[in-house]
């Protein structure tokens, strides 16, 4: 494999991957490959997929269906993140909304919603909805919302706050990247952490 083609089918591969491993199981209860649960599985499934190579149009598509046929808070929180991708933040934060009731105690949207009330400049907006990420009973990133607490924090000029908050991502994920330049501009700004 060579030139653009060959990283598009390499990433698809990697996509598919990162799916085998990330992606919710589905329950033993519904076996059946024909059952409403599994299409949308499937669709959801290749709506990450098709998200992962850039082509958030038709990721959308494909939640969209996946909802249609069963809504799940993972179809409502990817359909969020598609929509981010364009810049559609008011419609992505609404999705996580739509997730939220479905599955109260899964993480992502809580801190989808709080990155894009960062994303829209409204800051203060978003803290209650990453500290409701941090509490989440089922998430797989924790890492994800202290660091973007930590980026408000920094934004606040509450330095030395945002620096507990880089180094608590740092204790879930000891290699995240966005919290260890987080900790690396504090320190390269000179900014006192009192």
């Known amino acids: 494999m060579s030139g653009r083609g060959g990283m598009r089918k390499t990433f698809a591969v990697l996509a598919v991957l990162w799916l ?7 329950r033993a209860q519904e076996p059946e ?28 598509e494909r939640y969209r269906k996946s909802i249609e046929i069963h809504p799940t808070a993972e179809g409502h929180t990817y359909l969020g993140w598609s ?5 559609r933040l008011d419609e992505a934060v609404a999705e996580c909304k739509k ?3 479905l599955d109260p105690d899964y993480g992502n949207p809580y801190n989808d ?9 409204r800051p203060d907006e978003a803290i209650p909805w990453l500290e409701k990420a941090m509490g989440a009973k089922r998430y797989c990133c924790y890492q994800f919302a202290h660091f973007n607490m930590g980026r408000i924090l920094l934004m606040k000029e509450r330095t030395a706050e945002a620096e ?10 000891p290699e995240y990247l966005p ?16």
């Open 113 to 121: 919603i709080g990155v894009y009330l960062i994303d829209l400049g």
């Open 164 to 173: 507990r908050a880089f180094r608590r991502a740092l204790s879930y994920d």
């Open 83 to 87: 929509l981010s991708r364009l810049d």
């Open 33 to 60: 490959e024909t059952s409403p649960r599994h299409q949308a599985y499937l669709l959801w499934q290749e709506g990450t997929i098709l998200h992962l190579l850039g082509e958030y149009e038709a990721a959308i």
């Open 20 to 26: 085998c491993v990330a992606a919710p199981p589905l």
């Open 99 to 101: 997730a939220i009731p």
């Open 179 to 194: 919290a260890l330049r987080g900790l690396e501009y504090i320190r390269g700004q000179g900014l006192r952490t009192l």
